[in-house]
C-alpha cells in the first residue's frame, strides 16, 4: 500500500492543497483504486486562513492551484470544518471533502460533469454542526439540503451504511429538490 501523507495538528490549507492532496491523490492511484481521468474542483475556504484553490485532474494527473477558476464541482466551506475534515475530528472525516474511491465502485466524475444544481450538507454532531455546499455545474438550482447526524453520513461515503436505507428509516432528511438528490445519490453507485 502506498503511503499516505501524516495530517498534523498544524496543517494549512496550502499545505493541504499543493502538497498532501497531490500526494493522497498519488497513493490511491499506487493502490490500484480508481481516481477521475478529467475533472476540476474549486474549494473556497471561509473564515481567518482560509482562501480559494483550484484542483485539476486532467490525463489522471492532479495539479493544484490557489486562486479562482470555473470547475465541475465548488465546494465552500468554513475553515473550521475544512480542518476538523481534514484532521479527521470533531466526527468529520477527509471523505466530507473529496470523495474516497473504494475498490470496485467505477469513476463517476463523467457523470458528475453532467449535473447542474447545489447540495447544502447540514450534519449534526456535538456543538456546531457541520456545513458545506457543493455545486455543480456552476448552477445555485435546483438546490436541496441534506440532513443528517455526521457519522451517518460520513458512514455512508466509505460505504459501511447504505444510503438508501439511510433515507427511509429517517437517519437522513432531505429538503428542495429530491430529483436532484437522487442524481447525486447516483454517483456513488
Same mark, same amino acid.
Given at each position: ?24 491523490f498519488e497513493a490511491q492511484k499506487a ?11 474549486? =474549494? ?15 490525463? @489522471? ?21 475544512? =480542518? ?19 475498490? @470496485? ?47 451517518? =453520513? ?36
Amino acid at each position: 500500500m502506498a503511503e499516505q501523507a501524516d495530517m498534523s495538528g498544524d496543517v494549512t490549507p496550502e499545505q493541504f492543497f499543493e502538497q498532501l492532496l497531490p500526494a493522497g491523490f498519488e497513493a490511491q492511484k499506487a493502490d490500484g483504486i480508481g481516481v477521475p481521468e478529467n475533472f476540476t474542483m474549486q =474549494y473556497e475556504i471561509s473564515g481567518d486562513g482560509g482562501g480559494s484553490w483550484h484542483v485539476t485532474i486532467e490525463g @489522471g494527473q492532479m495539479s493544484t492551484e490557489k486562486g479562482t477558476k470555473e470547475a465541475n464541482m465548488l465546494i465552500r466551506i468554513s475553515r473550521v470544518d475544512w =480542518y476538523d475534515a481534514v484532521l479527521s475530528q470533531n466526527g468529520a472525516d477527509i471523505s466530507l471533502l473529496l470523495p474516497q474511491g473504494r475498490p @470496485g465502485r467505477p469513476d463517476s466524475s463523467p457523470r458528475a460533469k453532467l449535473l447542474k444544481g447545489t447540495m447544502a450538507l447540514e450534519l449534526s454532531r456535538d456543538g456546531d454542526p457541520f456545513q458545506m455546499e457543493v455545486s455543480f455545474g456552476g448552477a445555485d438550482t435546483p438546490r436541496t439540503v441534506m440532513k443528517a447526524k455526521i457519522e451517518d =453520513y460520513v458512514a455512508i461515503g466509505q460505504g459501511k451504511l447504505n444510503g438508501q436505507e439511510a433515507f427511509m428509516t429517517g437517519r437522513v432528511r432531505v429538503e428542495g429538490d429530491m430529483a436532484f438528490m437522487m442524481q447525486i445519490a447516483a454517483l456513488t453507485g
